[in-house]
């Protein structure tokens, strides 16, 4: 019996001696042989070939044991195709998403949490700009890891401003009025305006300069959970007022902007300040005898803060999950992001502390502009009814810089609008 109960003993001892090998290895790295890893995106503008390059430079490094196929389509196709691809059992093993489409997709069982894959390559959130790591957070796990930011900003016409006296961009709302003023001017004396300080636009990004300047004024534009609608507070009233007061009360914008209007009228050399994201960086440097700058957004309320999208890598829920493609798929994303000065080139702040600090990132003087807000971007809250809750807002910027209502009236109708959207998806 002693006899019996000394080999039970050893087996158990012998067992748990294995199962303590076994736990161990799997943090060891996997040793990969000709995994084929197919990678969607809607990266069809110039922004596509730098990340190509990016790629490329993937497939060399590791030739014979990681291979990456890209597939490119138009971001209004690609959402919609991911969702048939995954039902179908036939999903792509690694994707971008936009960081507001997360938590949907998340909640859908589209894509899948990333926190042990993250934790296994040391992954973390000193590595990265810190508000767009949390952005890829849904209900207390990781779904997106983060390849960049790309924020609003201020392009400013160098020569515009220099002619009016100012060496500088304006940093807030004293100098940004007295700056935009000085600018509006009939350059040919015909009685009207042909030349804007400023340019308040009726459409996009319409939204995203009034998601900035609520945030500056002290206003939250949902709950945190996303379903409540917040924006009928009077610092929301108060953001949307200023921005309508700059056509009508400070006439330093034009009315009536039309879509992109303002983005032509910068290209002219006709308007002073432009609000827009960074992705229209590339644009401008080829715009022919524009000389252009940037910076930060001026702080017109009584904090910082600005508007800011991320594209984020996510990996697909798969019919029969295969851990070698996971893991391959996490280790390519990883290496994208550390290798992303390609993708800045092509206007983006890469999300990568890394690559954002380097003295090459820093040689780029347009996106530093953009790049010295990272400590105080706002990004949207992480739930699916999210875009339900916020979206209808946008129409009520559009009416209010159109003259058709009041900013009071306006953002009340869009909170009731979203709040119905969100109860009806919730059913």
């Known amino acids: 019996m002693k006899k019996l109960l000394a080999m039970l003993m050893t087996l158990i001892l012998i067992a748990g001696l294995f199962a303590g090998c076994s736990k161990s290895t799997s943090n060891k790295p996997t040793e990969f042989k000709n995994v084929q890893l197919e990678f969607w ?3 069809t503008g110039p922004d596509g070939k730098g990340m190509q390059k990016i790629i490329d430079q993937f497939n060399k490094e590791y ?6 196929k890209t597939q490119v389509m138009q971001w209004g196709q690609y959402y919609d195709k991911i969702i048939t691809a995954v039902a179908s059992g036939n999903a792509p093993d690694v994707g971008i998403m936009h960081v507001d489409t997360l938590p949907k997709y998340a909640m859908k069982g589209v894509i899948i949490p990333l926190d042990e894959l993250a934790a296994k390559l040391g992954l973390q959130e000193s590595d990265f700009i810190s508000a767009v790591w949390k952005a890829g957070i849904y209900e207390g796990k990781r779904y997106g890891i983060p390849l960049d930011v790309h924020p609003l900003g201020l392009y400013y016409n160098v020569d515009l401003l220099k002619q009016a006296g100012y060496d500088h961009p304006p940093t807030n709302m004293e100098e940004f009025l007295e700056m935009a003023k000085a600018m509006t001017k009939d350059t040919d004396g015909d009685g009207k305006i042909d030349q804007w300080g400023f340019a308040m636009p009726t459409l996009w990004p319409s939204h995203q300069i009034y998601w900035t300047v609520l945030h500056q004024f002290g206003g939250k534009a949902t709950s ?3 379903t409540e609608p917040l924006y009928t507070s009077q610092e929301a009233v108060d953001a949307l007022q200023f921005l309508a007061d700059t056509i009508f009360k400070y006439q330093i914008s034009p009315k009536n902007i039309t879509q992109d209007g303002e983005v032509t009228l910068f290209k002219q050399g006709k308007l002073g300040f432009h609000l827009n994201g960074i992705w229209m960086i590339a644009g401008f440097e080829e715009q022919q005898g524009l000389n252009f700058a940037t910076a930060p957004v001026p ?3 009584k904090q910082k803060a600005a508007w800011a999208g991320s594209h984020q890598f996510v990996i ?8 070698v493609k996971v893991e391959a798929a996490m280790v390519f994303a990883d290496y994208i992001t550390k290798h992303s000065m390609e993708w800045a080139k092509a206007g983006q702040v890469p999300a990568r502390n890394s690559v954002r600090e380097s003295e090459e990132f820093k040689a780029l003087k347009h996106q530093m502009g953009f790049a010295e807000q990272a400590d105080y971007l706002v990004f949207p809250v992480s739930s699916p009814y999210f875009p339900d809750a916020w979206g209808p807002s946008g129409e009520a910027v559009t009416n209010v810089m159109l003259g058709k209502d009041t900013p009071a009236s306006a953002l009340e109708k869009a909170a009731d609008k979203g709040r119905k959207q969100v109860q009806a998806n919730k059913q």
């Open 316 to 323: 697909f829920k798969q019919k029969n999950e295969d851990p």
């Open 63 to 68: 030739e014979g044991k990681i291979n990456v």
């Open 299 to 301: 702080q017109w309320g």
């Open 41 to 43: 995106n809607g990266f």
């Open 224 to 226: 945190d959970d996303g």
